[in-house]
């Protein structure tokens, strides 16, 4: 009889609780399992038609087109770096063409298919909203590349027809006013500024380099072995930064300024579309905007080592 009784009494208890915690499901209290729905249905899971039936590479391409937000997309992990933050920008833009960074501001190029021309926007860094905009208006430009700042300007390429040549604008950090602007004799995608404040610029297919003085004397054009369509460039401890893809996975490729040779090639382990945005890099820390878009996000890389270590020098190693 007492273990009969101890049964019973076990078997009351379990009901009991399962009455008090579905008593506070209902009221919130307690999360209710995820996918359950009220009288303890599941709710039914589906995937949407623009991404049913796809595998691999493909998913990838199927979330690209579609209208989700572009923070849907999961982060992607980068030899050498390792995620810090994901900031969303407190507006839309178009279709991406770089990020910059100078002083308290970000920067970032995009294009308008409204306004028909590039936008320069500077951003806020702390709140991530707009502190002003300007439209970059030029005669047959198609196109806007990857930016770079330094020297309180912001240097943009603006890519003219089909790529044949490009207009390099120096745009004013304070006031978004252009203050220099010359021609390159080819498509240009890419921009950074260096030691000297003197720029270089990256071919489209990545075979050719080219540097100018900040008043735009051309200085050289040097032909590289490329194979790699980098998106945008920065400049840190006397090498050049390059962000793109070799046509199977995204890449950043830290380039030697004086021959323009690859020191090192950091893998992303995610594809392409984490690198194929834009670019910077700030104090101790790698910033990358993959994509436009709705609300994107500026995701924040800080080194697994020291800044030194993932994008070394030529001059500072002796090599």
């Known amino acids: 009889m007492r273990l009969k009784s101890f049964l019973v009494t076990i078997v009351a208890l379990f009901v009991l609780a ?39 590479d493909g998913v990838a391409a ?12 999961p982060p992607a992990g980068i030899e050498g770096l390792q995620l810090q933050l994901s900031r969303p920008l407190m507006f839309d833009i178009g279709a991406l063409g770089g990020l910059a960074a100078e002083g308290a501001y970000l920067y970032v190029a995009a294009w308008d298919a409204s306004a028909e021309a590039p936008m320069l926007y500077q951003v806020e860094g ?3 909203s707009i502190a002003q905009v300007r439209a ?15 020297g309180g300007r912001v240097w943009a390429p603006l890519v003219r027809g089909a790529g044949d040549s490009t207009l390099i604008l120096g745009v004013d950090a304070a006031t978004l006013e252009v203050r220099e602007l010359f021609e390159a004799p080819l498509g240009v995608v890419a921009l950074a500024v260096g030691a000297g404040d003197r720029i270089y610029g990256v071919s489209a297919d990545g075979a050719t380099w080219l540097e100018w003085l900040p008043d735009g004397t051309p200085v050289r054009e040097v032909a590289a072995v490329g194979g790699v369509r980098y998106s945008d460039l920065a400049y840190a401890g006397g090498s050049l930064l390059a ?15 004086l021959g323009f040779s690859l020191l090192v090639r950091h893998a992303c382990d995610g594809g392409a579309w984490v690198t ?8 101790e820390v790698v910033l990358l905007l993959p994509e436009g878009g709705s609300r994107p996000s500026v995701l924040t890389y800080v080194p697994e080592g020291s800044l030194a270590e ?5 001059v500072e190693a002796g090599w």
Do not use: Y
């Not at 995820?34 to 039936?53: H, I, M, R, Y």
């Not at 993932?310 to 030529?314: G, I, K, R």
């Open 243 to 257: 962000a793109g893809s070799d046509g199977h996975q995204g890449v950043v490729d830290v380039i030697d300024p």
């Open 62 to 73: 199927a979330l690209a087109a579609t209208t989700l937000p572009t923070v849907a997309r």
């Open 276 to 283: 194929g945005g834009g670019l910077e890099v700030t104090e």
């Open 126 to 128: 702390d709140s991530q």
């Open 136 to 150: 970059l208006s030029e005669e047959g430009v198609t196109a806007v590349g990857g930016i770079d700042a330094g």
């Open 18 to 56: 399962n009455v008090i915690v579905a008593a506070m499901q209902r009221c919130g209290i307690v999360p209710a399992p995820e996918g359950a729905l009220e009288g303890g249905q599941q709710a039914e899971v589906t995937t949407p038609p623009s991404v049913a039936g796809v595998g691999g």
């Open 310 to 314: 993932f994008a070394p020098s030529v």
